[in-house]
Nanobody
């Protein structure tokens, strides 16, 4: 298992930017997939972006071209750079670590985008 702690959420106006960080309790170099998910009130949790141990990335259509996921294995960190934010991006954002043996989640960080 790995413990994950998200940070960087907050309140921002539409068109603004935020950078979310996910700090892991141990090395993530061997973790197959690191990802960011989000859950808006009354909606199901959905994938925002993920990145494999080899650096391949995958994005939800709704965030392509605006969000960038990256991982810094040496620092046990995963980041989500969010640009051109929209009110519909408002949600709690969760970091996720997925391997064949476990599926770990952080506690989430709130992102609120005002119009």
């Amino acid at each position: 298992q790995v413990q994950l702690v998200e940070s960087g959420g907050g309140l921002v106006q539409a068109g603004g930017s935020l950078r979310l960080s996910c700090a892991a309790s141990r090395s993530i170099v061997s973790i197959k997939i690191m990802g960011w998910y989000r859950q808006a009130p009354g909606k199901q949790r959905e994938l925002v972006a993920n990145i494999t141990s080899g650096g391949a990335t995958n994005y939800a259509d709704s965030v392509k071209g605006r969000f960038t996921i990256s991982r810094l294995n040496a620092k046990y960190n995963v980041f989500l750079q969010m640009n051109s934010l929209k009110p519909e991006d408002t949600a709690v954002y969760y970091c996720n670590a997925k391997t064949d043996l476990f599926d770990s989640w952080g506690q989430g960080t709130q992102v609120t985008v005002s119009s």
